[in-house]
């Protein structure tokens, strides 16, 4: 679960000292794994707010890492509509933005999933994440908005690397595994037998689903990721 907190958070009606301040009410034990995720969430909040204001650039659109900026986005208009509107033909990355423009609030992991998608599945450009993401957002924080975008699009101070790209399939099957999240989201899929949830054109019965098929391949994209950001280290 999540604290539900980072509403409050945005908006400034709670701070991040009282945050600390109430974790910490029984220090002088180990914090529970749980409580050190979430005061690590606490920590990346305020590297972000840090991070914009020595680099006021990054509030410009710039990439932290220069070089990114050569990278050859695709940025196909269609790709951007599917992705927003849950219609990809990836079950995880669809629910979750189907989440996202019913409730304005997603799990940060699938945060990392659909971010992932968009920039290197589909080839579009993180600023188009960034801005939709704080469209419907109800807990959207510029800093750590831009900064999340940066991360997940390996375009930002210590970003995840640009080889390392979450596999859609494998995310859900991980992280949803009796696939209860991705049945409350995409109803077409509710009586798929869970062998293929996460992969239902593998069913042999797909073209009885009201579900779109995959609008790219994953591994055909990861390797097109893979030669742009290579593309981009050579222009140095």
Partial sequence: GTSGLSPYLAIGALSARQCLARLQYGKGYPLELGRETWLSELIWRDFYQHLLHFEPKLSKGANFVAWTQKVNWQNKREFLIAWQQGQTGYPIVDAAMRQLNSTGWMHNRLRMIVASFLTKDLHIHWHEGEKYFMQKLIDGDYAANNGGWQWSASTGCDGQPYFRIFNPTTQGEK???????????????????????????????????????????????????????QDAKDCL
């Fill in 175 to 229: 992280f949803d595994p009796n696939g209860d999240f991705v049945r409350q989201w995409v109803p077409e899929l509710k009586y798929l037998p869970n062998k293929y949830l996460h992969q239902p054109w593998r069913w042999e019965n797909v073209n009885t689903l009201s579900y779109p098929k995959p609008i790219v391949d994953h591994k055909t994209e990861r390797a097109l990721t893979l030669r742009f950001f």
